[in-house]
């Protein structure tokens, strides 16, 4: 169970049993910020390669994952996400090798591209699930190739979609982004916290 300790007042209270179904530590800090009390359980649900409908398919991996960990625990709500970079129609998971991760950038360099990430929350019991997905706009600078070697030998491109993270050391490829910067980053906030107040799992702190 994550429990904030120290830190600010709690933002918001949780009201009802959350699990947070996912292993990415970047999902479990931006919720934990909110000063959210959740339970971590990683989905087991295997993601398929993404073909050439990227929307429609990162929802349907949201929803696969959130419902693969509410049949463990029916009575919960389940949060999943699922997040994918898209060009051209072609979508980037996560580079399987760092050779992998310098073509991605290669191709990323000096275009926009489209981040979506798909939310899905679920509660078996009740027969809920909903899935959203939300889009952001970002430009990469030119980058030099020698700027692409020196960023995949820092490994930080490896457990990302596109093989970057805005967040991290990443941050310098990035010329503009247009629209949720959390959402880049893996949860998009302020549509995840409107999902969960509208269903009651959440209310703001008095
Ligand atoms: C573009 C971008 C992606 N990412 C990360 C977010 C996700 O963790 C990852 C995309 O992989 P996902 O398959 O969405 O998530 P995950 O496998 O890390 O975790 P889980 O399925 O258990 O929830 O890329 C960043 O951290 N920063 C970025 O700037």
Redo the contacts with the bound molecule.
């Keep these: 169970m994550h429990e904030a300790h120290g830190g600010p007042p709690a933002l918001y209270r949780t009201r009802e049993a959350l699990i947070?179904?996912?292993?990415?530590?970047?999902?479990r800090e931006l919720l934990a910020g909110l000063g959210l009390h959740f339970q971590t359980v990683?989905?087991d649900?295997e993601?398929p390669p993404l073909g050439d409908r990227p929307m429609d398919e990162?929802g349907a991996?949201?929803a696969s994952?959130a419902r693969e960990v509410s049949r463990r625990f029916p009575r919960a709500w389940v949060l999943?996400?699922?997040?994918?970079?898209v060009m051209g129609g072609q979508a980037f998971?996560?580079p399987e090798n760092p050779a992998e991760a310098a073509k991605m950038l290669r191709r990323l360099s000096g275009r926009t591209h489209e981040?979506l990430?798909a939310v899905s929350l679920a509660r078996r019991e009740r027969g809920f699930l909903r899935t959203q997905v939300v889009r952001t706009r970002?430009s990469f600078r030119h980058l030099r190739e020698e700027e692409i070697q020196a960023y995949v030998r820092t490994g930080e491109p490896m457990?990302?979609?596109?093989?970057?993270?805005?967040?991290?050391l990443?941050a310098f490829l990035v010329q503009r982004v247009h629209g949720s910067y959390t959402n880049?980053?893996?949860?998009p906030l302020a549509e995840t916290v409107e999902l969960l107040m509208g269903c009651g799992v959440i209310e703001p702190s008095e």
């Design positions: 947070l179904a996912s292993a990415s530590p970047r999902r990683p989905s649900f993601e990162i991996v949201a994952k999943a996400a699922d997040t994918s970079v998971g996560k981040v990430t970002v457990d990302k979609a596109g093989g970057y993270g805005i967040q991290g990443g880049v980053v893996g949860l």
